[in-house]
Protein backbone atom coordinates (compact mmCIF):
# COMPACT_ATOMS: atom_id res chain seq x y z
CA UNK A 1 0.00 0.00 0.00
CA UNK A 2 1.44 3.40 -0.77
CA UNK A 3 1.98 5.32 2.00
CA UNK A 4 0.28 8.43 2.60
CA UNK A 5 1.98 11.52 4.41
CA UNK A 6 -0.21 11.39 7.72
CA UNK A 7 1.36 7.92 8.18
CA UNK A 8 5.00 8.97 7.66
CA UNK A 9 6.82 8.57 10.56
CA UNK A 10 8.34 11.93 12.81
CA UNK A 11 10.92 12.85 14.92
CA UNK A 12 9.49 14.66 17.98
CA UNK A 13 12.49 15.49 19.57
CA UNK A 14 13.34 12.71 21.92
CA UNK A 15 9.64 10.95 20.67
CA UNK A 16 9.94 8.44 17.81
CA UNK A 17 6.34 8.67 16.08
CA UNK A 18 4.80 6.34 13.67
CA UNK A 19 2.52 9.05 11.92
CA UNK A 20 1.48 12.73 11.86
CA UNK A 21 -1.92 12.44 13.39
CA UNK A 22 -2.89 13.81 16.34
CA UNK A 23 -5.39 13.60 18.67
CA UNK A 24 -6.86 17.24 19.93
CA UNK A 25 -7.22 18.85 23.10
CA UNK A 26 -10.95 17.94 23.21
CA UNK A 27 -12.94 19.18 26.56
CA UNK A 28 -15.36 16.26 27.65
CA UNK A 29 -16.77 17.31 31.26
CA UNK A 30 -16.45 13.77 32.65
CA UNK A 31 -14.28 14.85 35.24
CA UNK A 32 -16.71 14.87 38.52
CA UNK A 33 -15.59 16.96 41.29
CA UNK A 34 -12.44 17.85 38.53
CA UNK A 35 -11.02 14.68 39.41
CA UNK A 36 -10.22 12.46 36.23
CA UNK A 37 -12.28 9.12 36.64
CA UNK A 38 -11.57 5.65 35.56
CA UNK A 39 -14.06 5.90 32.45
CA UNK A 40 -10.88 7.95 30.94
CA UNK A 41 -8.63 5.14 30.84
CA UNK A 42 -10.39 3.45 28.09
CA UNK A 43 -11.04 6.72 26.49
CA UNK A 44 -7.66 7.90 25.82
CA UNK A 45 -6.57 4.11 25.53
CA UNK A 46 -9.02 3.25 22.99
CA UNK A 47 -7.50 6.25 21.00
CA UNK A 48 -3.69 5.11 21.87
CA UNK A 49 -1.68 3.69 19.26
CA UNK A 50 2.21 2.56 19.34
CA UNK A 51 4.25 6.25 18.81
CA UNK A 52 0.84 8.29 18.35
CA UNK A 53 0.66 11.57 20.27
CA UNK A 54 -2.30 12.29 22.43
CA UNK A 55 -3.14 16.23 24.17
CA UNK A 56 -5.42 15.40 27.04
CA UNK A 57 -8.76 17.72 27.20
CA UNK A 58 -7.94 20.98 28.91
CA UNK A 59 -6.72 20.62 32.99
CA UNK A 60 -6.98 23.12 35.50
CA UNK A 61 -3.90 24.53 36.88
CA UNK A 62 -5.15 25.46 39.86
CA UNK A 63 -9.16 26.04 41.37
CA UNK A 64 -9.50 29.02 40.05
CA UNK A 65 -8.81 27.70 36.94
CA UNK A 66 -12.50 26.13 36.51
CA UNK A 67 -14.92 27.63 33.63
CA UNK A 68 -17.02 24.20 32.61
CA UNK A 69 -18.62 21.39 34.51
CA UNK A 70 -16.52 18.44 35.37
CA UNK A 71 -13.90 19.45 33.89
CA UNK A 72 -9.86 17.63 35.04
CA UNK A 73 -7.56 19.38 37.23
CA UNK A 74 -3.87 18.08 37.90
CA UNK A 75 -3.77 20.57 41.33
CA UNK A 76 -4.35 18.39 43.86
CA UNK A 77 -2.41 15.34 44.64
CA UNK A 78 -5.89 12.98 44.23
CA UNK A 79 -5.95 14.51 40.63
CA UNK A 80 -2.44 13.62 40.39
CA UNK A 81 -2.75 10.12 41.91
CA UNK A 82 -6.34 9.77 39.28
CA UNK A 83 -4.44 10.69 36.12
CA UNK A 84 -1.72 7.93 36.79
CA UNK A 85 -3.61 5.03 35.78
CA UNK A 86 -5.14 6.86 32.28
CA UNK A 87 -1.44 7.47 31.82
CA UNK A 88 -0.34 4.11 32.27
CA UNK A 89 -2.99 2.82 30.05
CA UNK A 90 -2.10 4.90 27.11
CA UNK A 91 1.63 4.31 27.47
CA UNK A 92 1.24 0.60 27.80
CA UNK A 93 -0.33 0.80 23.93
CA UNK A 94 2.92 2.61 22.95
CA UNK A 95 1.69 6.11 22.70
CA UNK A 96 2.99 9.52 23.76
CA UNK A 97 0.92 11.42 26.23
CA UNK A 98 0.81 15.26 26.98
CA UNK A 99 -1.33 17.54 29.39
CA UNK A 100 -2.66 20.58 28.30
CA UNK A 101 -2.47 23.11 31.42
CA UNK A 102 -5.53 25.51 31.39
CA UNK A 103 -6.73 28.69 33.34
CA UNK A 104 -10.17 29.90 31.90
CA UNK A 105 -9.65 33.09 33.83
CA UNK A 106 -12.71 35.37 32.68
CA UNK A 107 -14.68 32.63 30.71
CA UNK A 108 -16.21 31.63 34.14
CA UNK A 109 -19.04 32.40 36.57
CA UNK A 110 -18.93 32.84 40.52
CA UNK A 111 -20.54 29.31 40.38
CA UNK A 112 -17.11 27.47 39.52
CA UNK A 113 -14.95 29.69 41.51
CA UNK A 114 -13.77 29.23 45.67
CA UNK A 115 -15.94 31.02 47.73
CA UNK A 116 -18.07 32.35 45.21
CA UNK A 117 -16.26 35.04 44.18
CA UNK A 118 -15.46 36.78 40.80
CA UNK A 119 -13.56 34.65 38.24
CA UNK A 120 -9.64 36.59 37.43
CA UNK A 121 -8.59 38.44 34.24
CA UNK A 122 -6.59 40.64 32.37
CA UNK A 123 -9.46 42.94 32.48
CA UNK A 124 -12.85 44.07 34.03
CA UNK A 125 -14.69 43.59 30.79
CA UNK A 126 -16.71 40.41 30.79
CA UNK A 127 -16.78 38.24 28.20
CA UNK A 128 -19.84 39.47 25.98
CA UNK A 129 -22.93 36.94 26.26
CA UNK A 130 -22.59 33.93 23.86
CA UNK A 131 -26.02 33.00 21.77
CA UNK A 132 -25.23 29.58 20.62
CA UNK A 133 -26.50 28.23 17.17
CA UNK A 134 -29.21 25.90 19.36
CA UNK A 135 -30.48 28.76 20.61
CA UNK A 136 -28.89 28.29 24.34
CA UNK A 137 -27.66 31.52 25.45
CA UNK A 138 -24.59 31.76 28.01
CA UNK A 139 -23.73 34.30 30.27
CA UNK A 140 -20.25 35.20 32.18
CA UNK A 141 -19.85 36.92 35.58
CA UNK A 142 -17.68 39.70 35.57
CA UNK A 143 -14.11 39.29 36.27
CA UNK A 144 -12.14 41.05 38.90
CA UNK A 145 -8.85 42.38 36.90
CA UNK A 146 -5.51 41.01 38.01
CA UNK A 147 -3.42 43.20 40.34
CA UNK A 148 0.31 43.44 39.42
CA UNK A 149 1.44 41.74 42.36
CA UNK A 150 -0.78 38.41 41.85
CA UNK A 151 0.34 37.99 38.64
CA UNK A 152 3.59 35.51 39.70
CA UNK A 153 1.09 33.73 41.43
CA UNK A 154 -0.78 32.61 38.62
CA UNK A 155 2.79 31.96 36.77
CA UNK A 156 3.72 29.84 39.99
CA UNK A 157 0.04 27.57 39.41
CA UNK A 158 1.20 26.60 35.86
CA UNK A 159 4.87 25.93 36.85
CA UNK A 160 3.47 23.86 39.88
CA UNK A 161 0.53 22.04 37.91
CA UNK A 162 3.54 21.33 35.11
CA UNK A 163 5.69 19.33 38.15
CA UNK A 164 2.16 17.59 39.00
CA UNK A 165 1.87 16.21 35.27
CA UNK A 166 4.60 15.30 35.05
CA UNK A 167 4.82 13.04 38.31
CA UNK A 168 1.71 11.81 36.86
CA UNK A 169 3.37 9.96 34.32
CA UNK A 170 2.60 12.56 31.62
CA UNK A 171 5.43 12.71 28.73
CA UNK A 172 5.09 16.60 28.83
CA UNK A 173 2.59 19.51 29.45
CA UNK A 174 0.68 22.13 26.41
CA UNK A 175 0.96 25.22 27.81
CA UNK A 176 -2.92 26.24 26.44
CA UNK A 177 -2.52 29.86 25.06
CA UNK A 178 -5.71 30.13 23.14
CA UNK A 179 -9.53 29.83 22.70
CA UNK A 180 -10.16 33.04 24.27
CA UNK A 181 -8.36 31.73 27.86
CA UNK A 182 -6.60 33.63 30.12
CA UNK A 183 -3.17 33.76 28.51
CA UNK A 184 -4.96 34.74 25.57
CA UNK A 185 -6.92 37.21 27.12
CA UNK A 186 -3.37 38.72 27.88
CA UNK A 187 -2.26 38.62 24.50
CA UNK A 188 -4.89 40.14 22.52
CA UNK A 189 -5.73 43.33 22.46
CA UNK A 190 -9.82 43.36 22.77
CA UNK A 191 -9.60 41.76 26.21
CA UNK A 192 -6.45 43.50 27.59
CA UNK A 193 -6.75 47.34 28.31
CA UNK A 194 -4.21 47.19 31.13
CA UNK A 195 -1.59 50.01 31.98
CA UNK A 196 1.06 48.43 34.36
CA UNK A 197 3.99 45.95 32.40
CA UNK A 198 1.13 43.39 31.04
CA UNK A 199 -0.71 46.14 29.20
CA UNK A 200 -0.46 48.26 26.17
CA UNK A 201 2.47 47.66 24.10
CA UNK A 202 2.45 43.87 21.90
CA UNK A 203 5.20 42.95 24.25
CA UNK A 204 4.05 44.11 27.56
CA UNK A 205 0.52 41.90 26.10
CA UNK A 206 2.95 38.66 25.60
CA UNK A 207 4.86 39.03 28.81
CA UNK A 208 2.34 36.95 30.99
CA UNK A 209 2.34 34.38 28.25
CA UNK A 210 6.50 34.80 28.48
CA UNK A 211 6.67 34.07 31.76
CA UNK A 212 4.64 31.08 32.05
CA UNK A 213 6.52 29.65 29.22
CA UNK A 214 9.74 30.32 31.14
CA UNK A 215 7.78 29.08 34.39
CA UNK A 216 7.03 25.95 32.92
CA UNK A 217 10.27 25.23 31.16
CA UNK A 218 12.41 26.02 33.99
CA UNK A 219 10.70 23.37 35.54
CA UNK A 220 10.15 20.11 33.02
CA UNK A 221 12.67 21.12 30.55
CA UNK A 222 11.98 22.32 26.96
CA UNK A 223 12.03 19.04 25.51
CA UNK A 224 8.52 18.55 27.16
CA UNK A 225 6.46 21.63 26.48
CA UNK A 226 4.14 22.75 23.47
CA UNK A 227 2.42 25.89 23.31
CA UNK A 228 -1.12 26.25 21.32
CA UNK A 229 -1.87 29.38 20.22
CA UNK A 230 -5.07 30.83 18.50
CA UNK A 231 -4.16 34.27 17.09
CA UNK A 232 -6.75 34.72 14.16
CA UNK A 233 -9.52 33.34 16.66
CA UNK A 234 -12.29 35.74 17.76
CA UNK A 235 -13.93 33.92 20.54
CA UNK A 236 -14.98 34.43 23.76
CA UNK A 237 -14.77 38.22 23.13
CA UNK A 238 -10.92 37.63 22.42
CA UNK A 239 -9.21 38.77 18.81
CA UNK A 240 -6.57 40.92 18.01
CA UNK A 241 -6.20 44.03 15.47
CA UNK A 242 -2.91 42.30 14.13
CA UNK A 243 -2.70 38.76 14.46
CA UNK A 244 -0.30 38.00 12.18
CA UNK A 245 2.11 40.18 13.97
CA UNK A 246 0.92 38.60 17.28
CA UNK A 247 1.70 35.51 15.97
CA UNK A 248 5.11 36.12 14.55
CA UNK A 249 6.08 37.54 18.33
CA UNK A 250 4.93 34.60 20.27
CA UNK A 251 6.86 32.15 17.82
CA UNK A 252 9.99 34.76 18.73
CA UNK A 253 9.12 33.78 22.33
CA UNK A 254 8.81 29.97 21.55
CA UNK A 255 12.43 29.93 20.34
CA UNK A 256 13.37 32.08 22.73
CA UNK A 257 12.82 28.95 25.31
CA UNK A 258 13.36 25.95 22.58
CA UNK A 259 10.17 24.48 23.21
CA UNK A 260 9.24 21.61 21.76
CA UNK A 261 6.15 22.50 19.53
CA UNK A 262 3.86 25.02 18.67
CA UNK A 263 0.22 23.94 18.56
CA UNK A 264 -1.65 26.46 16.29
CA UNK A 265 -5.07 27.01 15.12
CA UNK A 266 -6.17 27.75 11.62
CA UNK A 267 -8.15 31.14 11.11
CA UNK A 268 -12.07 30.26 10.92
CA UNK A 269 -12.81 28.24 8.31
CA UNK A 270 -13.95 30.10 5.10
CA UNK A 271 -16.89 29.83 2.15
CA UNK A 272 -14.54 29.37 -1.22
CA UNK A 273 -16.58 28.71 -4.39
CA UNK A 274 -19.57 27.45 -2.10
CA UNK A 275 -17.45 25.17 0.00
CA UNK A 276 -15.90 25.50 3.71
CA UNK A 277 -12.43 25.94 3.04
CA UNK A 278 -9.31 26.26 5.65
CA UNK A 279 -7.70 29.34 4.94
CA UNK A 280 -4.31 27.70 5.48
CA UNK A 281 -2.36 31.59 6.91
CA UNK A 282 -0.06 29.37 9.26
CA UNK A 283 2.79 29.60 7.05
CA UNK A 284 4.70 32.75 8.05
CA UNK A 285 4.45 30.78 11.65
CA UNK A 286 5.07 27.47 10.64
CA UNK A 287 8.75 29.27 8.50
CA UNK A 288 9.40 30.95 11.75
CA UNK A 289 9.66 28.48 14.40
CA UNK A 290 12.19 26.12 15.35
CA UNK A 291 10.51 23.03 16.50
CA UNK A 292 7.58 20.82 15.26
CA UNK A 293 4.55 22.34 13.71
CA UNK A 294 0.91 21.25 14.61
CA UNK A 295 -1.58 22.85 12.55
CA UNK A 296 -5.43 22.32 13.97
CA UNK A 297 -8.44 23.40 12.76
CA UNK A 298 -10.99 21.61 10.47
CA UNK A 299 -8.72 18.96 8.53
CA UNK A 300 -9.91 15.68 6.85
CA UNK A 301 -7.86 13.22 5.75
CA UNK A 302 -7.50 14.88 2.75
CA UNK A 303 -6.08 18.02 3.63
CA UNK A 304 -4.39 16.62 6.43
CA UNK A 305 -2.11 14.34 3.67
CA UNK A 306 -1.87 17.66 1.32
CA UNK A 307 -0.31 19.77 4.10
CA UNK A 308 1.75 17.30 5.64
CA UNK A 309 2.91 16.31 2.21
CA UNK A 310 3.48 20.00 1.03
CA UNK A 311 5.47 20.47 4.42
CA UNK A 312 3.20 23.36 5.50
CA UNK A 313 3.13 21.73 8.84
CA UNK A 314 4.69 18.54 10.70
CA UNK A 315 1.67 17.28 12.71
CA UNK A 316 -1.96 17.51 12.01
CA UNK A 317 -4.64 17.88 15.06
CA UNK A 318 -7.81 15.82 14.75
CA UNK A 319 -10.92 16.90 16.87
CA UNK A 320 -14.34 15.83 16.24
CA UNK A 321 -12.93 13.46 13.78
CA UNK A 322 -10.68 11.53 16.48
CA UNK A 323 -13.74 11.46 19.41
CA UNK A 324 -16.03 9.75 16.81
CA UNK A 325 -13.53 7.77 15.42
CA UNK A 326 -11.16 5.85 18.43
CA UNK A 327 -9.10 4.05 15.31
CA UNK A 328 -8.91 6.93 12.84
CA UNK A 329 -5.07 6.28 12.01
CA UNK A 330 -6.40 2.99 11.01
CA UNK A 331 -9.18 4.24 9.00
CA UNK A 332 -7.33 7.13 7.27
CA UNK A 333 -4.56 4.12 6.25
CA UNK A 334 -7.68 2.03 4.42
CA UNK A 335 -9.60 5.53 3.67
CA UNK A 336 -12.42 3.87 5.32
CA UNK A 337 -16.13 5.07 6.03
CA UNK A 338 -15.63 7.43 9.58
CA UNK A 339 -18.74 7.29 12.46
CA UNK A 340 -20.18 10.56 12.33
CA UNK A 341 -19.64 12.71 15.71
CA UNK A 342 -22.80 13.40 17.75
CA UNK A 343 -22.34 17.15 19.06
CA UNK A 344 -25.40 16.51 21.39
CA UNK A 345 -23.35 14.15 23.57
CA UNK A 346 -19.81 16.07 23.27
CA UNK A 347 -20.15 17.84 27.07
CA UNK A 348 -22.40 15.29 28.54
CA UNK A 349 -21.52 14.23 31.65
CA UNK A 350 -22.43 10.13 30.65
CA UNK A 351 -19.16 7.83 31.39
CA UNK A 352 -20.13 5.85 28.20
CA UNK A 353 -22.49 7.26 25.16
CA UNK A 354 -20.23 9.87 23.62
CA UNK A 355 -17.34 8.82 25.38
CA UNK A 356 -16.10 5.29 24.86
CA UNK A 357 -19.24 3.66 22.59
CA UNK A 358 -18.28 5.02 19.23
CA UNK A 359 -17.36 1.58 16.94
CA UNK A 360 -13.97 0.24 15.59
CA UNK A 361 -13.74 -0.57 12.13
CA UNK A 362 -14.65 -3.95 11.23
CA UNK A 363 -12.39 -5.64 8.82
CA UNK A 364 -12.92 -8.67 7.48
CA UNK A 365 -11.41 -11.84 7.36
Known amino acids: MATIPLLDSYKLGKFDLTHRIVLAPLTRSRSYGNVPQPHAILYYSQRATKGGLLITEAT ?8 YPETPGVWTKEQVEAWKPIVDAVHAKGAVFFCQLWHVGRVSTTGFQPNGQDPISSTDKPVPKQVYEDGTVEEYS ?3 RLRTEEIPGIVND ?5 RNAIEAGFDGVEIHGANGYL ?6 DSSNDRTDEYGGSLENRCRFA ?4 AAVVGEVGADRVG ?10 GCWDSNPKELALRMVEELNKHGVLYCHMIEPRMAMVDGRRQIPHRLLPMRKAFKGSFIAAGGYDREEGNRVVGEGYTDLVAFGRLFLANPDLPKRFELNAALNKYDR ?5 PDPVVGYTDYP ?3 LEN
Not at 344 to 348: A, K, N, P, Q, S
Open 60 to 67: GVSDTAQG
Open 142 to 144: PPR
Open 158 to 162: FRLAA
Open 183 to 188: IEQFMK
Open 210 to 213: AEVI
Open 227 to 236: VRLSPFLDYM
Open 344 to 348: RTFYT
Open 360 to 362: FLV
